[in-house]
């Protein structure tokens, strides 16, 4: 799960330094604006986490009020019984 918080969408501007072996041939330095979260960036276990629980929620779970990080999904359950003799 090494790219598990790759996919989490950022709601605030985050800039990073460019990448080391990336040639800048203007007298400015640039940067970098992210879209998505980086491996490593503090934000992006929140963003992940923020996407996870919106599909998990779309899937018709829900969250727990102790325990926040923990998903539940009620469902009724129809006994049927088989007529063996």
């Not at 469902?75 to 007529?83: C, D, G, I, M, P």
Request: aromatic share 14%.
């Amino acid at each position: 799960m090494k790219n598990a918080f790759l996919h989490g969408d950022l709601e605030e501007e985050i800039y990073m330094d460019v990448p080391p072996g990336y040639t800048n041939h203007e007298p400015r330095p640039k940067v970098c604006k992210l879209k998505k979260a980086l491996y490593g960036l503090k934000q992006s276990r929140r963003a992940w986490f923020g996407r996870f629980c919106m599909a998990m929620k779309s899937y018709g779970y829900q969250q727990g009020d102790s325990d926040h990080t923990m998903f539940f999904k009620k469902r009724e359950v129809k006994l049927q019984f088989a007529n063996l003799c």
